[in-house]
């Protein structure tokens, strides 16, 4: 079984196919296995890789220091793998690590995608629309809106898969995610990124706002908005067939490989 030894937690990963690497980062929601519709499909043509976060799938913690270690796990799974750069996917809470990355050594994430996630960051015109969407989380509990519900009666041996694949995840502490929360780059930082982003959410996410979506992608001159209705807050998993489409032509767009 393939792991990269880290301070606290054996990080599980897979590498597949061949050419220039896409690391994929899941969500608290998925773990490696969350990646099915995408990785058979670009390794044809890319390196990609998925790995499971420190308290997912099966990189089980033994202590350390938690979501915190998230951005350094994923520079040192790139290290153990000797990938010098690469195309970073981040799902919602993988945005924290890929979007770390990109501030930490903006030198080795040459093409970034932020599908339903702003990674931490807030600046003051989203906060409103971000913490009513917090509300609601509050509320209704992150697992119950992972989603939209509609996929239930449009797929619904895709929402069951969904569930299926959360329910691999170990138990943990909730307050693990909020550990995370409280890591907010600094808005000028992400501003000041040069990498070509791509900015990936679905019309109706109730957990991730639309609204703060474009104006993060507002914030970053050259990047790109991309919004895909009638979706929630999996886009990668619910309109696979779209959410693939827009990575294949961002990667080739931005010069890294000629496309699947």
Request: glycine letters at 10%; a negative charge; charged letters at 20%.
């Amino acid at each position: 079984m393939p792991i990269l030894e880290r301070p606290g937690c054996d990080i599980y990963y897979e590498e597949t196919g061949g050419g220039p690497p896409i690391i994929f980062a899941h969500g608290a929601g998925g773990n490696h296995l969350s990646w099915w519709q995408q990785i058979p499909l670009f390794a044809k043509s890319y390196r990609c890789v998925a790995f499971d976060h420190r308290g997912w799938g099966r990189s089980v913690p033994t202590g350390g220091p938690g979501p915190a270690a998230f951005v350094d796990d994923l520079l040192a799974l790139m290290d153990e793998l000797r990938i010098e750069r690469a195309a970073l996917v981040a799902q919602s809470m993988g945005g924290w690590s890929c979007l770390g990355a990109a501030l930490k050594a903006p030198e080795r994430v040459a093409a970034l995608v932020m599908a339903d996630t702003l990674g931490g960051l807030l600046t003051e015109s989203m906060r409103e629309p971000y913490e009513v969407a917090r509300a609601a989380v509050r509320e209704q509990g992150l697992e119950s809106l992972a989603y939209d519900r509609g996929l239930r009666e449009r797929d619904p041996a895709l929402a069951f898969l969904y569930e299926e694949i959360m329910a691999l995840n170990p138990p943990r502490d909730p307050a693990m995610l909020n550990t995370l929360r409280e890591q907010t780059p600094d808005p000028d930082a992400v501003a000041a990124l040069t990498m070509p982003i791509l900015w990936v959410v679905g019309g109706n996410d109730p957990i991730m706002p639309p609204s703060c979506m474009r104006l993060a992608a507002e914030l970053v001159p050259g990047s790109q908005y991309y919004e895909i209705p009638a979706t929630g807050h999996s886009v990668y998993f619910e309109r696979a067939t779209e959410f693939n489409g827009q990575l294949n032509r961002f990667l080739v767009d931005s010069g890294w490989g000629t496309g699947i």
